[in-house]
């Protein structure tokens, strides 16, 4: 079984949109395939290749392609559009099947560039289902003080994006009492969670950290049972914690 999941699927003919490139959304469990969705006026379809389905978007080559694309990156409002589109599109299919979510503006020219990547990454792709279908994302931040709590700008944007491969939890200066209740909650759900990376965004007013858990669906209860537990013992040292999700893995693609 694993051989064949290592050999990349031979690719029948298909017919495409003339003129059109393609943004990848995520790799999906085969089930998948065929479901369609609209997001916010973008069509959004899986089509099958091989064990896996590609859940991707033909968009206009001119607005998607080359120099064009590069400067709708620096665009804020643009990309806060594109984030939103590509979260939504993804916790849509996750609701039906395993999901493994692309990187925002994996975009390819045109269909056959789609195809020709998805073959040569194709044993890479189907462990990468393996390793985190069936798990959810978790994002859980500290504050101490006044604050604003966590929200409004896109989660890819807010916390994916600034998510660092370090293995290093680092506690802030804080007072003695502070501390030990945050290295507390970071072991306990560290525990929980079979991957975890540190947020290091834009400090905000309040914030002790934050990190992304990646835990698997059977863990996910007693994760929300934690924080809750954790907060009742936190409030009278002036801390409170928010735990965001569950949601595709994002940070840990």
Same mark, same amino acid.
């Given at each position: 079984?694993?051989? !064949? *999941?290592?050999?990349?699927?031979?690719?029948?003919?298909? /017919?495409?949109?003339?003129?059109? #490139?393609?943004?990848?959304?995520? &790799?999906?469990? %085969?089930?998948? #395939?065929?479901?369609?969705?609209? /997001?916010?006026?973008?069509?959004?379809?899986?089509?099958?290749?091989? !064990?896996?389905?590609?859940?991707?978007?033909?968009?206009?080559?001119?607005?998607?392609?080359?120099?064009? $694309?590069?400067?709708?990156?620096?665009?804020?409002?643009?990309? @806060?559009?594109?984030?939103?589109?590509?979260? @939504?599109?993804?916790?849509?299919?996750?609701?039906?099947? #395993? &999901?493994?979510?692309?990187? $925002?503006?994996? /975009?390819?020219?045109?269909?056959?560039?789609?195809?020709?990547?998805? +073959?040569?990454?194709?044993?890479?792709?189907?462990?990468?289902? +393996?390793? $985190?279908?069936?798990?959810?994302?978790?994002?859980?931040?500290?504050?101490?003080?006044?604050?604003?709590? %966590?929200?409004?700008? =896109?989660?890819?944007?807010?916390?994916?994006?600034?998510?660092? @491969?370090?293995?290093?939890?680092?506690?802030?200066?804080?007072?003695?009492? /502070?501390?030990?209740?945050?290295?507390?909650?970071?072991?306990?759900?560290?525990?929980?969670?079979?991957?975890?990376?540190?947020?290091?965004? =834009?400090?905000?007013?309040?914030?002790?950290?934050?990190?992304?858990? $990646?835990?698997?669906?059977?863990?996910?209860?007693?994760?929300?049972?934690?924080?809750?537990? #954790? =907060?009742?013992?936190?409030? %009278?040292?002036? &801390? +409170?914690?928010? *735990?965001?999700?569950?949601?595709?893995?994002? =940070?840990?693609?």
């Amino acid at each position: 079984m694993a051989a !064949r *999941l290592q050999t990349a699927p031979r690719v029948e003919p298909r /017919v495409y949109p003339a003129g059109r #490139a393609v943004v990848l959304h995520g &790799i999906a469990a %085969p089930e998948l #395939a065929g479901r369609r969705l609209v /997001v916010e006026g973008r069509r959004v379809q899986a089509v099958r290749f091989g !064990r896996l389905a590609l859940v991707i978007a033909f968009v206009h080559q001119n607005d998607y392609a080359g120099d064009e $694309l590069e400067r709708h990156r620096c665009d804020p409002l643009w990309l @806060r559009a594109e984030a939103r589109i590509h979260e @939504r599109a993804v916790q849509r299919a996750g609701a039906q099947a #395993a &999901i493994v979510p692309a990187r $925002l503006l994996t /975009v390819f020219e045109h269909p056959a560039a789609l195809e020709e990547t998805a +073959t040569e990454f194709y044993a890479r792709m189907c462990r990468s289902l +393996t390793r $985190l279908g069936g798990k959810q994302e978790f994002a859980l931040h500290a504050y101490a003080g006044p604050h604003a709590a %966590p929200g409004g700008e =896109s989660y890819l944007l807010r916390v994916s994006a600034h998510a660092t @491969r370090s293995t290093r939890v680092a506690l802030p200066k804080a007072k003695d009492d /502070v501390a030990r209740e945050l290295k507390a909650i970071w072991q306990t759900c560290g525990t929980l969670a079979t991957a975890v990376r540190r947020i290091e965004g =834009s400090p905000a007013r309040g914030l002790l950290g934050s990190l992304a858990l $990646l835990v698997p669906e059977s863990e996910a209860e007693t994760l929300k049972l934690h924080v809750s537990n #954790a =907060s009742l013992g936190a409030a %009278p040292h002036g &801390i +409170t914690y928010y *735990l965001e999700g569950p949601r595709a893995p994002f =940070s840990f693609v």
